[in-house]
């Protein structure tokens, strides 16, 4: 494994860390797999050297995640969970958010969260969460339950960063959770120049996804595009496309190709991988820690998605 720095936190993270929401949720969305498949996941992600394990209050991984680290010494790893919006006019907002801390240190098992984050913030939302949560949030972190404070975007409503950009404007947070693929590199131009200035340290998620796990997908968008004239006619193939990246990237799937993307990108320090199959955490891993992809493959990329700032990967 890979370490990094995560901004101005100073944390050393993994340069891979474990998505435990996302479509698959550690295998346990619907009850898929189950919770003591999900639990050795977790512990499979510490053994590969992944410290960074992303959950959240809405995810139903919380208790999982704490049971997989049970035992684990507190400072292998870094928690990063998230507090879902209360409503504003929720008769006791402080209370509220107050209780969501609590009940995920509980299910954790830690006396302290790592990174907190207020979860998939859209733009209608920022000016409350940046007026009435922000101050609950500092006043937790003055208690020792928080280190450091965090934000995530709605990527699917807000793929084109709406609220990062508002938000970066000041200096308000430690850490963002971007959306960021190679369908939509958007972030590049309009979020990473902002948060290198203020050293905010950025987690990525949504590098994979299911258009670019499910090759059909993939094509279904590619058909998509060119029907609309995003594409010009004829400009690529889809079929071709996904030929070329593979060969000259000598890549043997599409996953590696996506999260090889994301994690040489100037301005990305960790990439989340969210799955619930020991055989794709590994590869994926692995995939994290292959090199940057050729220039050619970069080009080609750049002049069919490079201006998209619509499409999220799901
Ligand atoms: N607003 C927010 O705060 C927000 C929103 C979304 C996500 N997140 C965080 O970001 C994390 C990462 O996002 P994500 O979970 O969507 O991750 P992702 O890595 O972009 O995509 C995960 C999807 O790709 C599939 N997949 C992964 N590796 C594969 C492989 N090698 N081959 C084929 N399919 C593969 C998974 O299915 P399998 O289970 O079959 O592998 C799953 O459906 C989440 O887990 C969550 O922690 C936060």
Known sequence: ????????????????????????RLGMRNGARGEKNAVALVRQALDLGINFLDTAESYGTEAVVGKAIAGVARDRFIISTKKALPSARHSDIEGEVKRGLDQSLKLLGTDYIDVYHLHGVEPKDYDFARERLMPVMRRLREQGKIRFIGVTEGFVQDPSHQMLQQSLREDLWDVVMVGFNLLNPSARGSVFPMTQAKRVGVLNMFAVRRALSQPDRLKGILTDLTRKGVIPRNA????????????????????????????????????????????HLRANVESILKPPLPGSVLQKLEEVFGNLDYLTGN
């Open 1 to 24: 494994m890979e370490y990094t720095t995560l901004g101005r936190t100073g944390l050393r993270a993994s340069v891979a860390g474990l998505g435990c929401g996302g479509p698959s």
């Open 236 to 279: 690529v193939q889809a079929e071709d496309l996904i030929d070329f990246l593979l060969t000259e990237s000598d890549a043997t799937t599409l996953p590696e190709v996506a999260y090889r993307f994301c994690r040489h990108e100037h301005g990305v320090d960790l990439v989340l991988t969210g799955t619930g199959n020991p055989e």
